[in-house]
Each structure stands twice: as structure tokens, then as C-alpha cells.
């Protein structure tokens, strides 16, 4: 009955066996993996990491970076991102950053990246160099065509042209007669991200019809427009990458026509709430559930976790023993004790010590 | 010769608490990339003394690379012990976001099972520092290191007592958190006693197979070398972290606490109660190091969560602070103040009297 699961149960109880705290510290991956690094920089037994090859100015303050991973990077198919892990001044820090081209048979992949404002993780992107290296996220996203024989249609704007340029690599490499049709709009010719890129493709492939709109003379991209552009619009599978009220504009178009479920949006990671300085409360969502809670501005988010019945591990209740931290996933919070205002994103935080200052979500 | 107790009130208490809140301020805005650099330093240096440690003492020949062995292991214990894992136990790393080096998941080279520890050291001891009754590091349950503690006759035996602790003072760490008199006194249910014990047990268990079984059988027919080589290496470490640690809080000058006297504290009290319940040492680069800058144990608790070699750089700016409220620093060479808490232990070995504390306002 289960002769084809066994072999493998047998395999996962010998490397649970091997990997018993018994056999501690040889078996301590960590360990082994100081070592390795210690030789050589890329290699790791379980981290993915890659190094810089070289860093190319693609407009205004956007670089391509290309990377060389190692053996544990596991791939990625067109459409997907992965999160950069940058050491900034000591600390690690993560972003997602969409794979702008294909995936190619030297094994190296291409991430653009804008420059951000309050974007520490894109600010220091671009002050990478040659040889150094970075720590890769495996491939995430199920951003994709769903078929290969579907119409497709692909909408961007700004920086969101980044998925849509490896799905269409990809539609080029591999030679299929897919029809696609591409709207994607900049704010002026020579600021357009791989405008050069896009039109060699589209002159090179019949198949592909590209339509590049630039919001500086033509206004911006409108419903109107896009069914003048294409007027089969609602027979394609969509894809959809771009700044938030472009996304909102076809997200509407789409729900109007009932067009919904042929439409996938991307953008990444949860949109940080705005910090609110004069609420009198704000809501504090708890990761992976349904549930939130209401804590008070100037009140620390343990007593108001405890206040609405939930039971945080803490300790001192000063700041000093940290067994309240908890990782908060997106929002922003004053320290109490120092009055430092965090960032927007994800980080360590002790709970007895922050006050929030906008909608928060908790890893609690 | 005994200091007095200082109390500061009013508008004094109120700049010395923010005299101190900007000084850890001024730290914390400066963390970075030197921290992290240094620990990771540090875990490396563990890391090759650990390893051509175990290595000379399970394939070495000859008693001199066997005393080698023995130094880079005890060397490897007490960093890691000291250096690394209290410090980012403390929380002093977590900015690394760094998931090897984080104070909640970390754990250590030594019997005492982590999150124990992070109870009874983080919680317990760095909030109640010195409070009688409520500091349970102070004397650890078996030592009377003040004239406010109980006197029984067994006290007199204290002097051994206070041997056995420190040649076995990673054991003492570890059942510290059990609270094991509670139980035997009949004020902690079994449920509860099993629950503290079984993590020991475990970290225990794991700790005592490492050392004087899988190393040893490793190295075939050498194992009596490596067997008896950890020992030696955890009591080098035993012995030392005892030294140390106790010249933190039990040197002659420190001061004690009741209860009622730190009802309602405010955070610049809270900070007095700190500097005159702890002590520093004085030394080079690496007696700090093998201290894991517990050598600076005054500035440690005033900020447990900066990183520690923060300490030596603010040091002479927390004794100037002192120094303006008239708040005894105390500090000296290691042997100083080592001798002044055997003097303590010994003193207070006798029936000694509580006479009215002079307190200095």
C-alpha cells in the first residue's frame, strides 16, 4: 500500500536522526556554514546567495543588477520576484524586487531597481559593487500567464514593467505564437525603463505588439484609451504591475466588465499604513488570522494586547529583557523610552515599549 | 571601608535620569556596522579555539598539545559563554536582524538551558537588582552576603558552600530558574516543579553527552585525554565566570535593597539602584573580552541591550556622571575586588549584627 512512501519516510527519520541536537555541534548547519563562508563567500549549505557581476544604469536613478546565484538559489519562472537581502550598516535588511528578465541558460538573473526615497534596501542597491555578494529569497509570486496558448495583455507603469519584460523574454525565447499585447506607460520617452529593450522584442517577434505611453504628453492612461489601444481587451488574460492608482483604474475597468478573475495584479508586499499622529486609537492586526485589536495612541501595544484579552509572553515591562519582542510586519511605532519613530516595515519590536502611530500588523 | 547609600530626589534625580536616558541614546543612534563586525569577530575566534581545541586534545600526542587543548576549549567556553552568548542573549544584537544571533532563539555552551536563563537573568536579576527577597542571584539562595539575610548555624559552613558553587557554577546557573527550595518547602505543585525541570534536564543531558561522550568516543582509545581534558576546560570555565560574576554584585561596597524601598521607582532611581548595586573591574582589551565585559558591569546594568564593548567607550562619561551626583563608582583591579567578596562571603559567615545603614541624601 505505502511501498512508495516509505523509502522516503525512512529518508526523513534518518535525517531527523542526523539531525538531532545530540550530534550537536557537528551536525550544526550554521556551523559548517561559517566555515564554507570563510573559504569562499558565495557558498552556503543553506542560504541563497549571489554574487554582483555587474550593475547597469538602465534611466534616472534606476540600476539593473545582475547576479550570479549560488547552488542553493533554486530558480524562478517569469513573473516572480525574490526578496534582496541587503547588510545594511550592520543590520540585515530584505526587499522585493520583481526578476526583470528570463530566466537564461548561464544561470544569471537580473533585478531593476528604482531608487526610493526612505527605501534603505534600494538606496544601497545601487552603491552595490562588482564581486560583492547579497542573499536571495527563493523565487516567490505566482505572478504568470496561466496558459501559453491564451491571448495575453499586459498592463504597467513605472517601475512595474519589470515582471512584464521576463514574461516576455520568456514568450520570445521560447518561440511560441502566443499573441501579446503590451500597454505600458512612463512618464516621458527617455525616462521609460527599458524602452529600447521593449521595442527590439516587438520589432524582432511578430507576435508581440507594443504600445509604450508616455503620461508627460498623452495624460494618463485612462479606460479610454486602453480599449482605443486594444480593442479586445476582454477576451485577454491581464496582467497587471504598477504604481497604486493605475492599478486602482484597471482593477475598476476590469470589475466593471465583470472581467475580474481573467485580471492578476502585482504589487509588493503590504502597502504600509499611513502614520496618523492625532487618532486617538489604531487598529492592530494580528498576522495570519482574522483577528484585531484597538490600542490606544501613548499606550504601549502589550497593554493593549493584554487589554483585549490576549496573554504576549513579557518580563520586565521596562524595555530591558526583550521577552516581548515580536516581529511587526508593516506600520509604524514610537519607543517609548526613546521616542525614536521606527520605519514602515517589517522589524523586531518589544511591545511594552511601543506606542503605535498608524494600523500595525504583529507577527503576535 | 563601607560607602554610604546615596538617594537623589527631586529636580537632581530628574536631570541624572536624563543625563543617562541621552547618554544610551547617543549609543543606540551610533550602533551599526562595528557591532556587528565585533560579534561576529568574536563567534569566529569561539568557533577556531573550539575547533583545534577539541582537535588537539582527540588526536593530539603528548601532554603539551593536551594542556593546548585544554586552553583553546576553556577559551572557546568562557567567550561564548560570556562574550557572545549573554551579551546577545540580552537582546544587545538583535538590530543585526541576524536569525543565528538573536537574543530569543539563541542558545548557549553550558548546562543552563536558555530560555531559562532569559527568565531568570533578563527578567529576574537585571529588573530586581540587589532587592532582597526578589534578586535571586543575590547569594543565590545559599550564600548570606548581608547582614539583612538570615543567620543559621549552617551558615558558618558557607565558605565551602561558596567552593562547591564555584567549581560547579554552571550547574548552579542551571537550576537556578527551577527554584528547586520552593518545591522542596512545599510551595510549588509537582506539575509546575516537572515543567521548570524538564528543559534542564534536557539542555543537561545534551551538554553532559557532548563533553563526556560523543567527543570522547570520537577520539577511539584516546578518550581518557579528551574526557578528562573538557572537564578540566568547563571547570577553567566554571571557575572563572564565578570570579567574575561574583565580583559584579558581592564586592564589599556594593549595596542591597528592601522591597519596601523601591515601591514606586522611578526610572532614575531605578538607574541609582543599578550603579550602587554593581561593580566594575578594571583591566586590558582581552580581560575585558573574557569577561564578556561584565568587567563593566555597572554600565551593563544600566543598559543591558547596548552592545558591550559599547561599555569601555562610556565608562569614564558614567563615572563623570557619578562623580557630579556624588554617587560612588565602584571599581578596581580584579583582585581587589575578588579578595573584598571573600571577605564578604567569610564576614558574613558569622552572626553579623544589622546595625542602622547611614544613608547620604
Known amino acids: 500500500m505505502s511501498a512508495q512512501t516509505k523509502p522516503k519516510q525512512r529518508l526523513s527519520r534518518v535525517r531527523r536522526f542526523l539531525r538531532h541536537p545530540l550530534w550537536a555541534p557537528l551536525n550544526q548547519r550554521e556551523a559548517w556554514d561559517r566555515l564554507a563562508t570563510a573559504v569562499n563567500p558565495l557558498w552556503s549549505l543553506m542560504e541563497a546567495r549571489a554574487r554582483v557581476v555587474k550593475l547597469i ?89 496561466r496558459s501559453a496558448s491564451q491571448k495575453l495583455l499586459l498592463l504597467s507603469a513605472g517601475s512595474g514593467v519589470t515582471p512584464m519584460l521576463s514574461i516576455l523574454q520568456n514568450v520570445a525565447n521560447e518561440t511560441s505564437d502566443q499573441d501579446v499585447v503590451m500597454v505600458h506607460c512612463g512618464h516621458n520617452e527617455n525616462d521609460i525603463i527599458f524602452a529600447d529593450e521593449l521595442r527590439k522584442l516587438a520589432a524582432q517577434y511578430p507576435q508581440i505588439k507594443l504600445f509604450l505611453h508616455a503620461t508627460e504628453n498623452a495624460g494618463r492612461l485612462k479606460e479610454e ?10 477576451e485577454r488574460e491581464t496582467l497587471l504591475c504598477g504604481p497604486d492608482g493605475f492599478m486602482q483604474t484597471v482593477e475598476s475597468m476590469y470589475a466593471k466588465a465583470g472581467r475580474s478573475e481573467f485580471l492578476q495584479s502585482e504589487s509588493f508586499g503590504h502597502r504600509a ?55 511587526k510586519l508593516s506600520g509604524t511605532v514610537t519607543n517609548l523610552l526613546t521616542g525614536q519613530i521606527s520605519g514602515p516595515g517589517e522589524e523586531l519590536i518589544q511591545l511594552c515599549i511601543s506606542t503605535p502611530q498608524s494600523a500595525i500588523e504583529l507577527a503576535l | ?236 570555565r566554571n571557575v572563572w565566570t564565578n570570579a567574575i560574576i561574583f565580583c559584579g554584585h558581592f564586592t564589599e561596597d556594593v549595596q542591597t535593597y528592601t522591597r519596601k524601598e523601591v515601591e514606586n521607582e522611578t526610572r532614575g532611581q531605578w538607574y541609582l539602584r543599578q550603579i550602587q548595586g554593581s561593580s566594575n573591574l578594571e583591566g586590558s582589551r582581552w580581560f575585558h573580552l573574557m569577561t564578556g565585559h561584565l568587567s563593566h558591569q555597572i554600565e551593563h546594568h544600566l543598559f543591558p541591550d547596548l552592545p558591550a564593548p559599547r561599555y569601555a567607550d562610556i565608562a569614564p562619561r558614567v563615572q563623570d556622571i557619578c562623580q557630579r551626583y556624588g554617587v560612588h563608582y565602584n571599581t578596581g583591579g580584579f583582585w581587589k575586588q575578588y579578595a573584598g567578596v571573600l571577605v564578604r562571603i567569610v564576614k558574613h559567615a558569622w552572626p553579623t549584627k544589622l546595625r542602622a545603614q547611614p544613608v547620604t541624601t
Open chain 2, 1 to 236: 571601608m563601607a560607602s554610604h547609600k546615596r538617594r537623589l530626589s527631586g529636580v537632581a534625580l530628574e536631570k541624572f535620569e536624563a543625563e543617562l536616558d541621552a547618554l544610551r541614546l547617543e549609543v543606540l543612534n551610533d550602533i551599526g556596522e562595528r557591532d556587528a563586525k565585533h560579534i561576529r569577530k568574536m563567534r569566529s575566534i569561539v568557533q577556531a579555539s573550539a575547533i583545534s581545541g577539541r582537535g588537539l586534545l582527540m588526536f593530539g600526542v603528548g601532554p603539551i598539545s593536551w594542556v593546548a587543548g585544554i586552553i583553546g576549549l576553556s577559551l572557546a567556553k568562557i567567550l561564548e559563554n560570556m562574550e557572545v552568548g549573554h551579551n546577545v542573549m540580552h537582546g544587545q544584537y538583535d538590530f543585526m536582524n541576524d536569525p543565528s544571533l538573536n537574543s530569543q532563539t539563541y542558545e548557549w555552551d553550558i548546562v543552563c538551558d536558555g530560555e531559562h536563563w532569559r527568565h531568570s537573568h533578563n527578567v529576574e536579576h537585571h529588573n530586581h537588582t540587589n532587592i532582597l527577597g526578589l534578586d535571586h542571584d543575590f547569594g543565590y539562595g545559599m550564600l548570606r552576603l548581608t547582614e539583612s539575610q538570615k543567620w543559621t548555624p549552617s551558615t558558618l559552613l558557607q565558605p565551602l558552600w561558596y567552593f562547591l558553587l564555584a567549581i560547579n557554577f554552571q550547574w548552579g546557573v542551571a537550576v537556578h530558574d527551577i527554584k528547586i527550595g520552593r518545591f522542596v518547602k512545599g510551595r510549588m505543585k509537582y506539575s509546575e516543579f516537572r515543567e521548570r525541570v524538564t528543559p534542564f534536564l534536557k539542555k543537561s543531558g545534551l551538554q553532559l553527552f557532548k563533553d563526556y561522550v560523543l567527543f570522547p568516543a570520537l577520539a577511539f582509545w584516546q578518550w581518557p585525554r579528551v574526557l578528562l581534558g573538557n572537564l578540566i576546560a568547563n571547570l577553567i
Open chain 1, 225 to 234: 484609451k486602453i480599449t482605443a489601444l486594444v480593442p479586445d481587451w476582454n
Open chain 1, 273 to 327: 499604513a499611513p502614520i496618523d499622529p492625532n487618532a486617538t486609537e489604531h487598529v492592530i492586526r494580528r498576522e495570519n488570522t482574522a483577528q484585531a485589536f484597538v490600542v490606544l495612541s501613548g499606550q504601549s501595544l502589550l497593554e493593549g494586547a493584554e487589554a483585549a484579552g490576549l496573554q504576549p509572553k513579557f518580563g520586565c515591562r521596562r524595555g530591558i529583557c526583550r521577552s516581548c519582542q515580536c516581529k
Open chain 1, 57 to 145: 544604469d538602465e534611466a534616472p536613478g534606476v540600476k539593473s543588477l545582475w547576479l550570479k546565484p549560488n547552488a542553493r538559489f533554486k530558480g524562478f519562472r517569469p513573473g516572480q520576484h525574490v526578496l534582496l537581502e541587503l547588510e545594511i550598516n550592520g543590520a540585515r535588511q530584505a526587499r522585493c524586487f520583481s526578476f526583470s528578465s528570463a530566466p537564461r541558460a548561464d544561470g544569471l538573473i537580473r533585478l531593476t531597481i528604482k531608487q526610493k526615497t526612505n527605501g534603505p534596501v534600494s538606496h544601497a542597491a545601487q552603491g552595490l559593487k562588482p564581486g560583492q555578494i547579497v542573499r536571495l529569497s527563493q523565487a516567490q509570486g505566482e505572478f504568470a500567464p
